[in-house]
């Protein structure tokens, strides 16, 4: 494609710190550039192909530098890197660490190694008393994921800063995190394609910075074991596992799949989940199908709720 160069450059997504393990996960790809300055429809399209048409770099090996530690890793055949390293390190009291990526080598002369390194983020919550993990889609913007037609022009056509949020979605957040004292991680189905756009949305709506847990594009999920339930499950467990001291909190919607994922792991780690929040989708089918899904589950601490203001109020009487 026209705008693709041959140079190979790491995209690095933010990760998290719990006790002495390290985990994140960064990108190889061929160097492209978007304008996110640009609104018009046409610009918005080439970007968005652009962030399709990722061009990742396969089986590039990347040096890694967190604190005073090195590591060497190898990317797989979609170019993504998965650094989950246990070190031993003293305790920080930055909220916020820097990691950095610098590439070592591709598999083809075709393509030259950038010279710099890529800097990251690595979030550092220390042993919370409460973990939030948000589902994005329907959550917290408006997506359509039950018509993928809409939601396929939204993520394409629609510029992040004009993209819809749910009422009150960031305000509600940042009641339950204590005004940003608990750490909120979020979770969707949606591609790494769309994390830079998805960052975006987030900062400008003013919610809390966190790491994005996405999935790789297309029909194999290469970046979780492929015994796997699903991408939700394995994120939401490998939380649970990581801060074995933290209660969590999940929000969510009754879309898809977030009421069973959520009721499965209110199952399996019963004093784990302290609260569950299902925003209700209004469309008629899926509308039946959460109540009468409620009705069978007795649990007072999954709380079903058509619009954030109830959900606020809650919050508010220290429910």
């Excluded at 390293?85 to 598999?107: D, G, Q, R, T």
Aim: hydrophobic share 40%; net charge positive; charged share 25%.
């Amino acid at each position: 494609m026209f705008w693709n160069n041959n140079l190979a450059v790491v995209k690095p997504y933010m990760g998290y710190l719990a006790g002495n393990r390290i985990y994140c996960v960064a990108r190889v790809l061929k160097d492209f550039k978007v304008d996110w300055r640009k609104s018009g429809r046409w610009s918005l399209f080439g970007a968005s192909l652009k962030r399709f048409y990722s061009n990742e770099i396969p089986f590039a090996t990347v040096q890694v530098n967190f604190l005073n530690h090195t590591f060497i890793v190898d990317a797989n055949k979609e170019g993504f890197i998965v650094l989950d390293e246990e070190i031993p390190i003293a305790m920080k009291e930055e909220k916020v660490l820097p990691i950095s990526f610098k590439i070592l080598n591709v598999p083809t002369t075709r393509i030259a190694i950038s010279e710099k390194f890529f800097q990251g983020e690595i979030l550092n919550p220390g042993d919370p008393e409460h973990i939030i993990i948000s589902d994005i889609d329907d959550t917290i913007i408006h997506t359509n994921v039950l018509s993928k037609v809409r939601m396929v022009y939204n993520s394409i056509m629609v510029g992040f800063e004009k993209r819809k949020m749910v009422t009150k979605a960031n305000e509600f957040l940042q009641l339950l995190s204590q005004q940003r004292k608990f750490p909120v991680f979020y979770v969707s189905n949606s591609p790494y394609n769309l994390y830079e756009y998805l960052r975006r949305f987030l900062a400008y709506n003013q919610f809390q910075k966190g790491p994005l847990f996405l999935r790789d594009f297309g029909r194999q999920n290469t970046i979780i074991p492929e015994d796997s339930s699903s991408h939700k499950h394995y994120v939401i467990e490998k939380l649970l596992e990581r801060y074995p001291d933290s209660r969590f909190i999940l929000v969510g919607d009754g879309a898809e799949h977030d009421p069973y994922i959520y009721h499965d792991m209110k199952k399996k780690y019963t004093n784990r989940i302290a609260y569950i929040f299902l925003r209700k989708i209004y469309d008629k089918n899926r509308h039946e199908v959460l109540a009468e899904w409620k009705k069978t589950i007795p649990d007072p601490c999954i709380f079903v709720f058509d619009h954030y203001d109830e959900a606020i109020k809650v919050l508010k009487k220290g429910g």
